[in-house]
Nanobody, 122 residues
Framework: QVRLVESGGGLVQAGDSLRLSCTGS????????VGWVRQAPGKDREFLAR????????DYADSAKGRFIISRDSAKNTVDLQLNNLKPEDTARYYC???????????????WGQGTQVTVSS
């Protein structure tokens, strides 16, 4: 089974960019579909983006399209989420998640990381 660890969060100002990284251990991340989900205080978890195991397909939530970019680096065993033009409403804890069905873009996530906090000041 795979273990996921997120990194790259922090405190930034509106308009700044951040690059979050999800590092897998125990198994190659290429064996999993991997996505990013965030949760703000008092709100439900919100899907942002996911990428298939082969990297051939991606899917984005409307809130992420045009500002966030998901990518994977098999050599580093990571899946990154580039966050651009951040807004205060992007403040949340960002989680990496993996599905055991690597090429099914709609599959449920089976494994979760502990998350990394992103705080955007105005």
């Amino acid at each position: 089974q795979v273990r996921l660890v997120e990194s790259g969060g922090g405190l930034v100002q509106a308009g700044d960019s951040l690059r979050l990284s999800c590092t897998g251990s125990g198994r190659p991340l290429s064996e999993y579909g991997v996505g990013w989900v965030r949760q703000a205080p008092g709100k439900d978890r919100e899907f942002l983006a996911r990428i298939t195991g082969s990297g051939s397909a991606t899917d984005y939530a409307d809130s992420a399209k045009g500002r966030f970019i998901i990518s994977r680096d098999s050599a580093k065993n990571t899946v990154d989420l580039q966050l651009n033009n951040l807004k205060p409403e992007d403040t949340a804890r960002y989680y990496c998640a993996a599905s055991v069905w690597p090429e099914i873009i709609t599959a449920e996530f089976d494994y979760w990381g502990q998350g990394t906090q992103v705080t955007v000041s105005s």
